[in-house]
């Protein structure tokens, strides 16, 4: 299913979605075929007129998977700007501040047969802290812990850049730029960008493939490696270009202020965004390691092909809790297929203590 399947006007997302959700509902209901997360919203938004970024999702299970799986506490809104490298991530909804039941849940495997439709709206602008209002084109899935639904891509714009004329001046005077520094940084004893033995088959066609080990043991002296190998779309910004020159020229100088930077290895021809997205299956909060890699050799067909492969217990931004993990990667509009692993403690490992 894909955007506008809905069959929602762009107006009517801002509107009260009771009377789409009931007929939803019914639509779902009626067709045993429709499973997974959907996900809808407005093509544009006129930055004039509105302040925010409404969708519309529904979720198809089975009573079980519903029960297991609680849209409630993990279900994650991800967004890509697609005219840049930037990806925000935050949880599709507000945390319960109320302490949860202390019941016992019910065992999954006693349920009935049967499916559980819900139907529910949810803002982009509420949800994701830093969320800009300003023109650009964001492309937003909602991720369900290894599930995903299909992709939603909205143009923000003013009344100004609605204009043909105005939108051929602004791309005649935009810089293609260059390509950010590699990052990790290569060191003199690593590059984690050359292919490995156990790095995953290239994809044939643009995407990112991933590998992990399925369980990881947290602690000093221990590492969990994702490995990943890609086949991305290039822009041209992406592209490594040497330095004009004679060094003082007004080109040095114009290309250096227009974001010309050296990568980081003299052997790179291009250099591609890719951030790796975590989300737990109990604790939901998503991490986000930003990469900047590499490409080597021939830019094949106008699209960049390697590898790498990061340390997660040491890339994350906070120490990874102890729980399994969805691990996703994203590139643009490219998202990779999840792979899952699991972060334990020494004294649960099998090799450790207790």
Not at 6 to 21: A, G, I, R, V
Request: aromatic share 6%.
């Amino acid at each position: 299913m894909n955007q506008g399947a809905f069959n929602l006007k762009n107006e009517q997302f801002w509107q009260d979605s009771t009377d789409f959700e009931e007929a939803l509902v019914d639509r779902f209901e009626e067709d045993e075929a429709l499973m997974g997360l959907f996900l809808d919203g407005p093509t544009t938004v006129g930055l004039d007129e509105q302040k925010t970024l409404p969708l519309l999702a529904v979720r198809a299970c089975s009573l079980r998977d519903n029960a297991v799986l609680s849209l409630q506490r993990r279900a994650v809104l991800v967004t890509t700007r697609l005219e840049s490298y930037e990806t925000l991530a935050a949880l599709a909804f507000r945390p319960a501040t109320a302490p949860r039941s202390r019941r016992p849940p019910r065992d999954p495997d006693t349920l009935p047969e049967g499916r559980a439709v819900k139907v529910f709206p949810l803002s982009l602008t509420e949800r994701v802290d830093g969320f800009p209002l300003k023109p650009g084109t964001w492309q937003t899935t909602l991720l369900l812990h290894d599930q995903r639904s299909n992709l939603v891509v909205t143009r923000l714009e003013r009344v100004s850049s609605r204009d043909p004329a105005v939108r051929e001046f602004l791309a005649a005077q935009r810089h293609p730029g260059y390509p950010a520094a590699i990052s990790p940084p290569i060191t003199p004893s690593m590059n984690p960008y050359l292919r490995r033995s156990d790095s995953p088959p290239p994809p044939e066609q643009p995407g990112i493939a991933l590998a992990i080990e399925p369980v990881a043991v947290e602690g000093p002296g221990h590492s969990c490696w994702l490995r990943g190998s890609f086949c991305l779309p290039l822009r041209p910004r992406d592209v490594v270009r040497p330095l004009p020159g004679p060094p003082g020229s007004p080109a040095e100088k114009q290309a250096l202020a227009a974001g010309w930077l050296d990568v980081g290895d003299a052997k790179a021809t291009a250099v591609v965004p890719v951030t790796i997205l975590l989300t737990g299956a109990e604790d939901a909060e998503p991490f986000l390691v930003p990469l900047n890699v590499p490409a080597y050799g021939a830019l094949d067909r106008q699209v960049a092909r390697g590898h790498f492969a990061v340390d997660l217990l040491a890339g994350a931004p906070h120490p990874l809790p102890i729980q399994s993990y969805a691990v996703w990667a994203l590139s643009r509009t490219i998202i990779s297929d999840p792979v899952v692993v699991s972060i334990v403690t020494e004294a649960t490992s099998p090799t450790g203590g207790g």
